[in-house]
């Protein structure tokens, strides 16, 4: 049968605790010794002053992504959090996905086919309930193709903005579990080029023109990155439950070689900007479309390859001193092509009795875009208010989809060609579409000097399922210059996407999600802050409704689900050379319909990074990742999916030999754990193995003049 691929032992823990208690020790012991240590020279007080102010400092960061307004973090509605680049780069960190398991109840993963998952809080485990932006630009689409946004390198990033969360009622569809804003670097001129990680070479650069004089500016921001892999070995895969371990080419090494392009163009004239941008990503087969471990690879393009552009133009203009208007113009367009083996030769054809064709081969191919017009007007009028009104049209289509195999569908009879299905046997309806029309309303009032509400409500109707109302009331009490309280409630809400709406099969499909999934959630947050001190406590509480659930060759509304947890952060400086940052996050889950927790949710995640400059130049940092254990499906016999610990250690050498150039080295995995993400039931008994080794790399980087 073919599918759409969308779809330790006392010793080793006890090496793993010496390790990473050694570690720890031994930047402590450190930090002690700086102590006792004569003032910086003045000499060596010049050269470190802007890589220490950069890194050591406790930030009063601001942002607009909680309220389009600019607020300082700890003061915005909700629960968010911002990586720095300084940061990132001083951890080693290379990609978006990398970085954003910083963030506390953020677990990334990969699925069969090797792409990224995302979850936040134990909700989901995928990319399509979290809301994306780019420099604050969407990059989510309802094709229900996969985001590729994970790949981009932080060299390219000036920091990432993460709402933990519901933000649905200023955002709209996605937004259902969180918000990830990417902001690119910006008047900068820099190169950097990195080796290492899983056979991986990567390139990229940035450069800005700027003329003040005329309020012009324009960045070019280019990267990209190929993986050879790690030549990984996977266990048995999904045909040894059925007996046909014989004929499987497992056990055996993964094609795990991929790569990434990004490019992107920034423009500002006044209050006009434009922002164009194109990505794409390759990726072999991995663990196969449908669980069996494909052989070595026959063709050049076997795999899948996803490649998306985005241009958006926008003009925000001044209506009267106390308004202002802005106008947005989106246009999105993607492609997804997928080349890849179903089975080994000889496979009997499960069920029916038939021979699978030798190298028996799937291809799927989709074609869409969405366009979007929003207008948005800020209105001052009332004292203490901030009111903003937002309207929108959206329309996203499937240009063409179709999928082609070297058998005859209906009777799995072998061809000795491709033969392409469409139309009525295409996977998808060919006239899927969707039509959206948003309204939003937004104050932010100032009831007292150190009491701020904010009030929103947003409506969204759909032509092909339900419409959809988000409110949210929040609550920040600035208790004094040190405490701040808040608290909120929010609704938010996750479309079916167009293949799961509409899709076909030459299977019957008796049922289609229909209604929006959508969850309601309540937080409660403590903020201390010193000027070398922040501490931050948030509890919630989500209750999830009219769940998107697979179900045979569909996916239906099912059921209910709630999430409840605590998330606590740590950020610690020590005068000039040494800084702590910790987080731990517990999350509770629990399926209503199964009885069980939301399959791939775990309970436990932390975070340990510790910065310490030996030198005024010289800085070393460190990292330690806690996953633990991850849920199963509900008819998966198999214990918990065991946790690790991720230990890595960077070493960075700023200004060497000439200002500007930096060296970096690092080893990611220094415990060699066995890193997996779950794999379903009935599949890979030994789940999708991705890292067992610890890997070295080197990066050199240059800022111009």
Request: hydrophobic share 40%; with cysteine.
């Amino acid at each position: 049968m073919v599918s759409i691929p969308f779809s330790i032992d006392t010793l080793g823990r006890w090496r793993r605790s010496l390790a990473v208690s050694a570690f720890c020790a031994g930047v402590a012991t450190g930090a002690d010794l700086r102590a006792a240590d004569a003032p910086l020279t003045p000499q060596e007080d010049a050269q470190s002053d802007r890589q220490q102010a950069e890194l050591l400092a406790v930030l009063d960061e601001a942002t607009e992504l909680a309220t389009k307004n600019r607020i300082n973090v700890d003061y915005v509605p909700g629960i968010m959090t911002v990586l720095e680049r300084a940061e990132m780069l001083a951890l080693g960190v290379r990609t978006v996905a990398d970085a954003l398991t910083l963030i506390p109840g953020v677990l990334v993963e990969r699925n069969g086919t090797g792409e990224m998952t995302l979850s936040i809080r134990g909700q989901g485990n995928s990319n399509g309930t979290v809301k994306v932006l780019i420099d604050s630009v969407s990059m989510n689409t309802s094709d229900g193709a996969v985001l590729i946004f994970d790949e981009m390198p932080v060299e390219q990033v000036e920091r990432i903005e993460v709402i933990r969360g519901p933000g649905s009622a200023l955002y709209g569809e996605f937004a259902f579990s969180g918000v990830v804003n990417i902001v690119t670097l910006q008047r900068a001129r820099r190169a950097h080029v990195r080796y290492g990680d899983a056979n991986t070479t990567q390139v990229g650069g940035v450069y800005s023109l700027e003329d003040p004089e005329r309020n012009l500016s324009l960045t070019m921001n280019l990267a990209g990155w190929d993986s050879r892999g790690l030549g990984i070995e996977a266990g048995p895969d999904s045909l040894y439950p059925l007996g046909l371990g014989d004929f499987s080419n497992a056990p055996g090494a993964v094609d795990d070689s991929q790569g990434y392009r990004f490019g992107q163009l920034r423009f500002n004239a006044g209050d006009f900007s434009l922002l164009a941008q194109y990505q794409t990503t390759r990726k072999d087969p991995f663990f196969g479309a449908i669980d069996i471990l494909p052989g070595p690879m026959q063709w050049g393009d076997e795999g899948s390859t996803m490649t998306k552009s985005v241009v958006q133009a926008g003009y925000a203009f001044p209506l009267s001193a106390r308004s202002r208007a802005e106008l947005k113009m989106h246009w999105h367009e993607g492609w997804m092509e997928s080349d890849q083996r179903l089975g080994p030769a000889g496979l009997p054809a499960l069920g029916i009795g038939a021979i699978m064709p030798e190298d028996s081969r799937q291809k799927l191919y989709t074609h869409s875009n969405r366009i979007q017009l929003e207008a948005a007007l800020d209105w001052e009028g009332w004292t203490d208010h901030r009111m903003r009104f937002e309207v929108s049209v959206a329309e996203n289509k499937m240009l063409d989809a179709w999928w082609a195999f070297n058998l005859d569908l209906l009777t799995l009879e072998p061809l000795p060609f491709m033969r392409r299905y469409s139309g009525e046997l295409g996977f998808i309806d060919p006239d899927a579409s969707r039509t959206m029309r948003s309204v939003m309303f937004q104050d932010q009032w100032s009831a007292r000097p150190d009491l701020d509400l904010t009030l929103g409500v947003r409506y969204d109707a759909y032509s092909d399922v339900g419409d959809n109302v988000s409110p949210r009331l929040a609550a920040v009490w600035r208790v004094t210059d040190q405490h701040v309280l808040k608290a909120q409630v929010a609704s938010a809400f996750f479309p079916p996407s167009l293949l799961q709406r509409h899709i076909q099969s030459f299977l019957p499909v008796i049922e289609t999600a229909r209604d929006p999934e959508t969850t309601r959630t309540a937080e409660l947050a403590y903020i201390f802050r010193r000027a070398d001190t922040v501490g931050r406590a948030s509890a919630y509480y989500s209750r999830l409704y009219d769940l998107i659930t697979a179900s045979g060759s569909s996916w239906v509304n099912l059921g209910e689900a709630r999430t409840q947890g605590v998330e606590l952060e740590w950020q610690q400086a020590f005068g000039r050379r040494f800084k702590l940052q910790a987080n731990l996050s517990y999350a509770d889950t629990l399926n209503y319909e199964t009885g069980g927790p939301i399959p791939g949710a775990a309970n436990w995640l932390g975070n340990l990074s510790l910065f310490y400059y030996l030198a005024p130049d010289v800085l070393l940092a460190g990292r330690w990742n806690h996953v633990g254990d991850r849920a199963r499906e509900s008819d998966d016999s198999r214990s918990d999916l065991a946790g690790y610990d991720n230990v890595t250690l960077t070493l960075s050498w700023f200004n060497v030999g000439a200002q500007g150039l930096d060296l970096r080295l690092g080893v990611t995995n220094l415990l060699g754990e066995t890193v997996r993400s779950p794999a379903p039931a009935l599949t890979y008994d030994e789940d999708y193995p991705l890292v067992d080794e610890r890997t070295l790399w080197v990066q050199l980087s240059y800022e111009l003049p």
